[in-house]
């Protein structure tokens, strides 16, 4: 539920529902700050992880592209 509360914080359009999920974010925060801050960082990493692996995806179908012009040159 944490990612998905902490996307919606900062990606949503909608304010009224940004403000929403801030509070909520907030009064958990408040509640066991330790624990909000581990999901944080546990969150961001994975966040890290998703744009890493997704560069090495975007790398290879670019080598694979090159590969087939190469081959149709010949």
């Known amino acids: 539920m944490f990612p998905s509360l902490y996307q919606i914080s900062k990606e949503h359009w909608n304010q ?3 403000a929403l999920v801030y509070n909520v974010l907030k ?3 408040e509640m066991n700050s330790q624990l909000f801050e581990s999901l944080t960082a546990s969150y961001k990493a994975e966040r890290q992880k998703e744009v890493k692996k997704q560069k090495e995806r ?3 179908w670019k080598k ?3 590969l087939c012009v190469k081959k149709k040159r010949i």
């Open 58 to 60: 975007d790398e290879l």
């Open 27 to 29: 009064t958990f925060m």
């Open 16 to 18: 009224t529902i940004v």
């Open 64 to 66: 694979l592209d090159d």
